[in-house]
């Protein structure tokens, strides 16, 4: 079975700054794909960023980054120049790809507080 | 490009009643997928559903059933309300490829349950 943890289930950072969560996971599996997502007071669900377990190459998008160590299976998002509307519950997420594509296994969370 | 549309957003229901969600995938979305969110047990995984089929489904009981019609849209169906049943209930929609961005998940706003 897949499984997600989330070891920080609360984090702070002072707005500007850099602050990194921490993911692992458990699989078998050989081709996954890795997301983190952002879910802020209003509960909606919003994809930060994805990695496709094949590649080597660690995803970034605009401030936010990843760290995928695929023989460690850890999976940590680095948040550059922290902002205030960065406070959120940020979910790390697992799928088995192609075929299964619509089942995550999600983790726990980690609630991040930017501070001004 | 129109998000992921759920129906309705906030619902309250008395116990041993049946409740009826909808969800509307992004354009050319088949893969549906439903999930469950409380403080206790966090995102659990209902079931998906990619073009009219259950391809996936989580540990629920059978109370929990959903649907997938012709045009990719999807009702979920809670018969026998339970209080537990209060939850933030979540639809996603994915396109099962293998480009840039296939399998990556997309989340609606949620529909709110309320079981009193």
């Known amino acids: 079975a897949q499984t997600v943890t989330q070891s920080q289930p609360e984090m702070s950072v002072q707005e500007a700054e850099t602050v990194t969560l921490s993911c692992t996971y458990d699989?078998?599996?050989?081709?996954?794909?890795l997301f983190w997502y952002k879910q802020p007071p209003s509960r909606q669900m919003i994809l930060v960023i994805r990695?496709?377990?094949?590649?080597?190459q660690n995803a970034t998008e605009n401030r936010f980054s990843v760290n995928f160590q695929k023989a460690a299976k850890s999976f940590s998002l680095k948040i550059s120049d922290s902002q205030l509307g960065d406070t959120a519950m940020y979910f790390c997420?697992?799928?088995?790809?192609?075929?299964?594509?619509?089942?995550?296994?999600f983790g726990q969370g980690t609630e991040l507080s930017v501070k001004p | 490009k129109a998000g992921v549309t759920q129906t309705p957003r906030y619902l309250i229901k008395t116990r041993g009643q049946q409740v009826t969600l909808s969800c509307s995938p992004i354009?050319?979305?088949?893969?549906v997928s439903w999930y469950q969110q409380t403080p206790g047990q966090g995102l659990q995984f209902l079931f998906e559903?990619?073009?009219?089929?259950?391809?996936n489904k989580g540990n629920f009981p059978g109370r929990f059933s959903g649907r997938q019609f012709s045009n990719s849209r999807s009702e979920m169906n809670v018969s026998t309300l339970e209080l537990g049943d209060s939850a933030l209930y979540l639809c996603?929609?994915?396109?099962?490829?293998?480009?840039?961005?296939?399998?990556?998940?997309?989340f609606g706003e949620g529909s709110w349950l309320t079981v009193v």
């Open positions: 699989t078998s599996e050989n081709n996954y794909y």
């Open positions: 559903y990619f073009s009219e089929t259950q391809r």
């Open positions: 354009s050319g979305h088949r893969s």
């Open positions: 996603a929609s994915s396109s099962p490829s293998r480009g840039a961005k296939g399998n990556t998940i997309y």
């Open positions: 997420a697992f799928s088995i790809s192609y075929n299964q594509g619509g089942k995550l296994i």
């Open positions: 990695q496709e377990a094949y590649k080597q």
